[in-house]
């Protein structure tokens, strides 16, 4: 694919992830992303011939991987993981408050969509918090604990997320920092 395909590939793709966040799933039609991308109509079928549910399950993997990125980012710039945790908290809710409180997660609302109907995207979704939990089991490997402790510093977060989001304060994410820093810092 050449450089103009990229482009009008990413193009769709960031319009179906701004879309996924503030629409939802349901809420995004193909109109919408063709219209939001400036990419024409045909391009849409050209990149994702599977129509909506691949280009979702494509923008879905494309953001969990953005987000892996800067996890693995603030991971090497943190001294600890409560830094870390704290650093990830507040990335997070920058991104949410800036956003007008429309952002929360790029996963969560198409996993609560379309998990139990649509397996393609239930897989894709699967694979992105898998590969989060796996980048925070690598930041507690040193406790006997780390499964647990990965998936339940990712729920926490998460949930905090859909709360900040409803609440459109940051205050579910500084009392999860609480806790989780109160989590990491209990011998396992």
Same mark, same amino acid.
């Given at each position: 694919?050449?450089?103009?395909?990229?482009?009008?590939?990413?193009?769709? +793709? @960031?319009?179906? !992830?701004?879309?996924?966040?503030?629409?939802?799933?349901?809420?995004? =039609?193909?109109? !919408?992303?063709?219209?939001?991308?400036?990419? &024409?109509?045909?391009?849409?079928?050209? %990149?994702? *011939?599977?129509?909506?549910?691949?280009?979702?399950?494509?923008?879905?993997?494309?953001?969990? !991987?953005?987000? =892996? @990125?800067?996890?693995? =980012?603030?991971?090497?710039?943190?001294?600890?993981? #409560?830094?870390?945790? @704290?650093?990830? +908290?507040?990335?997070?809710?920058?991104?949410?408050?800036?956003?007008?409180?429309?952002?929360?997660? &790029?996963?969560?609302?198409?996993? +609560?969509? #379309?998990?139990?109907?649509?397996? &393609?995207?239930?897989?894709?979704?699967?694979?992105?918090?898998?590969?989060?939990?796996?980048?925070?089991?690598?930041?507690?490997?040193?406790? *006997?604990?780390?499964?647990?402790?990965?998936?339940?510093?990712?729920?926490?977060?998460? =949930?905090?997320?859909?709360?900040?989001?409803? %609440?459109?304060?940051?205050? &579910? +994410?500084?009392?999860?920092?609480?806790?989780?820093?109160?989590?990491?810092?209990?011998?396992?």
């Amino acid at each position: 694919m050449g450089q103009k395909g990229a482009e009008t590939r990413d193009r769709l +793709l @960031d319009a179906t !992830q701004e879309l996924m966040e503030t629409s939802g799933y349901f809420g995004a =039609g193909l109109n !919408q992303v063709v219209a939001l991308s400036g990419a &024409p109509r045909g391009s849409l079928y050209f %990149h994702f *011939p599977g129509g909506k549910d691949e280009m979702v399950g494509a923008s879905v993997r494309r953001a969990g !991987q953005t987000i =892996g @990125d800067a996890l693995t =980012g603030l991971a090497e710039s943190s001294d600890s993981v #409560t830094a870390l945790a @704290d650093a990830m +908290l507040g990335f997070l809710g920058d991104q949410l408050e800036q956003s007008g409180w429309r952002k929360g997660c &790029p996963v969560a609302t198409v996993a +609560l969509e #379309t998990a139990a109907t649509n397996d &393609p995207l239930q897989q894709a979704c699967s694979e992105v918090y898998r590969a989060w939990e796996a980048a925070l089991r690598i930041q507690v490997a040193d406790r *006997p604990d780390a499964d647990d402790l990965a998936i339940t510093i990712l729920a926490l977060v998460e =949930g905090a997320l859909v709360l900040a989001r409803a %609440h459109r304060s940051r205050d &579910p +994410l500084t009392r999860v920092g609480r806790q989780i820093n109160a989590l990491l810092s209990t011998p396992a």
